[in-house]
């Protein structure tokens, strides 16, 4: 897993959100982006980091930013996460994991003594420009939509 270079321009994708519509990283130029990847659509840690941003999506939109989540799992899977969680942002389907290997989160995972390729929940803070601004490695679910808009405010980007 090799991430992409902060400062460099985002690799770009078109992915069906959860209603079947592409949105493409290349419409959204003029706004931050702010992508995460995660797991698995409807599983706990995935579903606690879902809710927070749902929960903030006043204070994202007023500092101009997009929320995207990414998956390994299908549109009709991401729209029943959507509709049980009452979630207020797009939700794109990578089913191919073509985008999270562009992104470089898309590895061997270990869980409970089982090795398995996977999605790494990694997120990407892409500026107005289509480039990177900042990387988080490390999430924590719990906290993610906070320490997302920290970073966000504190730095400007």
Request: charged fraction near 30%.
């Amino acid at each position: 897993m090799e991430f992409p270079k902060i400062g460099n321009k985002a690799p770009a994708f078109s992915l069906k959100n959860q209603q079947g519509e592409y949105v493409k990283l290349a419409d959204l130029k003029g706004k931050k982006v702010v992508l995460y990847f995660y797991p698995k659509a409807m599983t706990p840690g995935c579903t606690t980091q879902a809710c927070g941003l749902r929960d903030t999506k006043a204070e994202y939109e007023a500092a101009n930013v997009v929320v995207l989540g990414v998956s390994p799992d299908p549109y009709e899977r991401l729209k029943k996460f959507e509709d049980k969680h009452e979630l207020n942002f797009d939700l794109l389907s990578d089913e191919d994991h073509a985008v999270a290997d562009k992104y470089g989160v898309w590895g061997l995972k270990k869980f409970m003594g089982r090795e398995f390729m996977g999605i790494h929940r990694v997120t990407f803070i892409i500026d107005e420009q289509g480039r990177l601004a900042h990387i988080m490695p490390k999430v924590k679910t719990k906290s993610h939509h906070d320490d997302v808009l920290a970073l966000i405010t504190e730095s400007g980007s």
